[in-house]
């Protein structure tokens, strides 16, 4: 039965989300304190989720164009690309172990403060690259990362369903909604990363691009890392170029700190920590990491987790694999922050509208769109001949390649939101590890296989992805429409029955959340 409907719910039999222990299983609305807002607390969410979208766009304006030239200008033993796999290993490693642990212990406004201070010390390891320096500070980033994206998805998700209460509009668009004004924030930081990296690197002598018919021979589908080792091209900058991108990175993830301690709202005033509530309960630590692992159970989950390895592989992809064998290759490293400039701009302008036209569409339409726009561009990418007379397709594949990002970034991340509501930090701590590992397999292979091969396991994965994302769909649906039917059979009797006995009731993936029966709306 589920609380407060007064209806049996056996949609998902055998899909039992197992909880970790608590020692006081408590928790009806009669003890649960509750959040009480005005009507006009709309305009405060809405200021709390600009600040949270501005920072990361500002801390990943300094990561994103660092990493967006590691395969190239750390090329040498494959530097660049070993220390980026080290990022997204110890994020696979964080996922599992640190998020809800950090998150109950920090609380989620200064784990994100926490957490983006991790980032530091890879920028500074620019100014002396080498394995025993970039490699420590690529794992200390990836176990911040962890925490600071469970962080943000929980405190969207969070206020996104205030937001809806307040508002009287459906909780999985305004979280939609919400993920997709986030990524539209923080796919500009492409822009503006690349902008300055390009910048700098343009002001140089060096990559003229446009080698021989030889050398453009081993760009495109038939890049290998060694064979192309004596390319032009791909000669590293000087280190004064570098020396000035970094100290300008450093200074972004300071200026995001500050951002977020200074003027994000506490998730507090939504009702993070009410008496009674999941986020309140202490939790030993062994507790917290069985919530996480616990959560890889669920059937939803492991139909997602190619889907999500997907999203992993694919930004790994144009961040290393398109920047170093067909732009790097054919037109020079100078030009990376350019082409990647229209791949993050139609990213951030895809987002908002994929995230806004949702409501009105649905999301099947959309994420139909992504697969088979990644789908037909991985296909042309394995017969195009990347040439620097031809640069307009260099920004049209770029930018092709952001329009299915976007689809991926918000659709997935709303979809974790929407089917997860009661297990925020476990699930979201999740979608890290399956993206993480995705970004893993990539690095691991990159410097071993060669483009085409590259490519094909692209494909290969985004099919049994897209397949799996469908039986989530038809489950969910299913589900749904099951639920209205019994909702029409019961009576006033049964659901005040249920209401009574709402702390022995199992709850299911896409159960909602107590914070929408502990929110009070007032007219002051």
């Not at 620019?126 to 320096?133: D, E, S, V, W």
């Not at 709402?502 to 929408?516: R, V």
């Amino acid at each position: 039965m589920t609380a407060g409907s007064g209806y049996e719910n056996k949609a998902y039999d055998g899909d039992n989300p197992v909880k970790p222990h608590l020692h006081n299983t408590e928790d009806t609305v009669s003890i649960r304190e509750k959040v009480k807002l005005s009507r006009s607390e709309k305009w405060r969410i809405l200021k709390n989720v600009t600040i949270l979208s501005c920072a990361f766009m500002v801390q990943f304006t300094a990561f994103q164009g660092t990493a967006n030239l590691q395969s190239s200008i750390n090329a040498k033993d494959g530097l660049g690309t070993v220390s980026l796999s080290a990022i997204y290993a110890a994020i696979v490693v964080s996922c599992i172990f640190i998020p809800t642990l950090v998150i109950r212990r920090l609380t989620v406004k200064w784990t994100l403060c926490a957490s983006m201070c991790c980032y530091a010390p890879y920028i500074a390891a620019q100014f002396y690259p080498k394995f025993y320096t970039l490699v420590p500070a690529g794992i200390l980033l990836g176990l911040g990362a962890a925490p600071m994206w469970a962080s943000k998805a929980t405190y969207l998700t969070q206020v996104g369903q205030v937001y809806a209460k307040i508002t009287d509009q459906p909780v999985d668009a305004i979280i939609v909604r919400f993920f997709g004004f986030f990524f539209l924030a923080w796919q500009t930081a492409e822009l503006w990363g690349n902008l300055i990296s390009s910048l700098v690197l343009s002001s140089g002598a060096h990559g003229g691009g446009g080698g021989g018919n030889t050398t453009l021979s081993t760009c495109g589908a038939n890049f290998c890392v060694v064979a192309s080792a004596e390319n032009a091209n791909l000669e590293r900058p000087p280190d004064s170029e570098i020396f000035e991108i970094s100290t300008i990175y450093l200074a972004c993830i300071g200026a995001a700190v500050i951002i977020i301690a200074v003027f994000l709202d506490p998730l507090s005033r939504y009702g993070e920590k009410r008496k009674g509530s999941e986020s309140a309960k202490e939790l030993s630590g062994v507790a917290l990491l069985s919530a996480t692992l616990n959560q890889c159970k669920k059937p939803n989950q492991q139909l997602l987790i190619l889907i999500t390895v997907w999203i992993g592989m694919e930004q790994a992809f144009i961040g290393a694999d398109f920047t170093q064998a067909y732009v790097s290759c054919a037109l020079g490293i100078h030009q990376i922050g350019y082409v990647m400039i229209c791949f993050g701009v139609v990213n951030a302008i895809c987002s908002i509208i994929f995230g806004s036209i949702m409501k009105y569409i649905g999301r099947i339409p959309i994420i139909a769109l992504g697969a088979i726009v990644h789908g037909a561009i991985v296909i042309v990418m394995l017969f195009w001949r990347p040439h620097p007379e031809n640069p307009l397709i260099f920004f049209a594949i770029a930018g092709l390649w952001g329009v299915g990002d976007a689809v991926w970034q918000t659709q997935i991340n709303g979809l974790y939101g929407l089917l997860f509501r009661r297990n925020k930090e476990a699930a979201f701590s999740n979608y890290r590890l399956w993206e993480s590992a995705g970004f893993v397999i990539a690095y691991a292979y990159s410097t071993t296989l060669c483009a085409r091969m590259k490519l094909y396991i692209l494909f290969g994965n985004l099919t049994l992805g897209v397949l799996g994302y469908i039986i989530v769909e038809i489950r969910y649906r299913r589900k749904q429409r099951r639920l209205k039917k019994q909702e029409a059979k019961e009576n006033a009797r049964q659901a005040e029955l249920a209401k009574q006995q709402a702390n022995q009731i199992e709850e299911t993936d896409d159960e909602h959340d107590e914070l929408e029966e502990d929110i009070e709306i007032t007219h002051f």
